[in-house]
C-alpha cells in the first residue's frame, strides 16, 4: 500500500520568508515522489519530482524539495516566499514496484503574508 | 508545450440532462485519465484509459461514460447526474501508465454544478 500524509492543512508565511510545506510518505518499495500546486479554480500544475539521485530536488517557480529516506520526507521549499506563492499545494506518491497510480496527499493551503 | 486543454470551463446541467466534457492533449502521450476534485480536498481518480483503452474504472458510477476516441481526446458523458456530483473534473495525462516516473500533466478543469 502507498499513501502520503500533509500533516498541516494551513501554512502562513511572511513575504520574504522562508517557507516549509511537509510531506511524508508511506510505501513498501521505493518511491517516486511528486509535489503540485493549484490555484483557485485551476487545474494541478506541475512543480517538481523525485526519481533518484541527488536528494534535493530543484523545481519551478524556485520551489525545492529534499527527499530524506531515513525520515520518510519529502518536504516543499522555497528560501524567500511571495505573496503570489499563495495556492494549495498537494504532495504525491507512486511505489516504484507497484502498478497502482499516484496518490495525492490531503493538501496544504499556503497563505503568504504581505 | 505540456498543455492540457479541457471544454467547457463551467458546466451548469439539471438531474435529466445528457452532456459531455472534453479533454484533448497534443504530447503525444498514451495515457489519459479523469479526476473528480471536490473544493479543497485532493482529486480522486475516476477512470485511466491507456492506449485508448479503458484500464481503470474506480467503481464509478454508470452516470459517467469515459470514452477515448483517439489518443488525443479523452470524453466524459454525463446523464442523470446528482447534486453531489457537483465538482471541478480535471483531465490528466501521462506519457504511459508503465513508467511510474512519468508527470501527469493536468488541465484546467471543468466546474461542474448540478442543479
Known amino acids: 500500500a502507498q499513501s502520503v500524509a500533509q500533516p498541516e492543512d494551513q501554512v502562513n508565511v511572511a513575504e520574504g520568508n522562508p517557507l516549509t510545506v511537509k510531506c511524508t510518505y508511506s510505501?513498501?518499495?521505493?518511491?517516486?515522489l511528486f509535489w503540485y500546486v493549484q490555484y483557485p479554480n485551476r487545474g494541478l500544475q506541475f512543480l517538481l519530482k523525485?526519481?533518484?539521485?541527488?536528494?534535493l530536488v530543484k523545481g519551478s517557480y524556485g520551489f525545492e524539495a529534499e527527499f530524506n529516506k531515513s525520515q520518510t520526507s519529502f518536504h516543499l521549499k522555497k528560501p524567500s516566499a511571495l505573496v503570489s506563492d499563495s495556492a494549495l499545494y498537494f504532495c504525491a506518491v507512486r511505489d516504484r514496484g507497484s502498478a497502482r497510480q499516484l496518490t495525492f496527499g490531503s493538501g496544504t493551503q499556503l497563505t503568504v503574508l504581505p | 508545450d505540456t498543455e492540457v486543454t479541457q471544454t467547457p470551463k463551467h458546466l451548469v446541467m439539471g438531474m435529466t440532462n445528457k452532456k459531455s466534457l472534453k479533454c484533448e492533449q497534443h504530447m503525444g502521450h498514451r495515457a489519459m485519465y479523469w479526476y473528480k476534485q471536490k473544493a479543497k480536498k485532493p482529486p480522486e481518480l475516476m477512470f485511466v484509459?491507456?492506449?485508448?483503452?479503458?484500464?481503470i474504472n474506480e467503481s464509478v458510477p454508470s452516470r459517467f461514460s469515459p470514452e477515448c476516441p483517439n489518443s488525443s481526446l479523452l470524453n466524459l458523458h454525463l446523464h442523470a447526474l446528482q447534486p453531489e456530483d457537483s465538482a471541478l473534473y480535471l483531465c490528466?495525462?501521462?506519457?504511459?501508465?508503465?513508467?511510474?516516473?512519468?508527470?501527469?500533466?493536468f488541465g484546467p478543469g471543468t466546474r461542474l454544478t448540478v442543479l
Open positions: 523525485y526519481i533518484t539521485g541527488d536528494n
Open positions: 510505501v513498501s518499495g521505493n518511491p517516486y
Open positions: 490528466a495525462s501521462t506519457q504511459s501508465t508503465s513508467e511510474g516516473t512519468d508527470t501527469q500533466y
Open positions: 484509459y491507456s492506449y485508448e483503452k479503458l484500464s
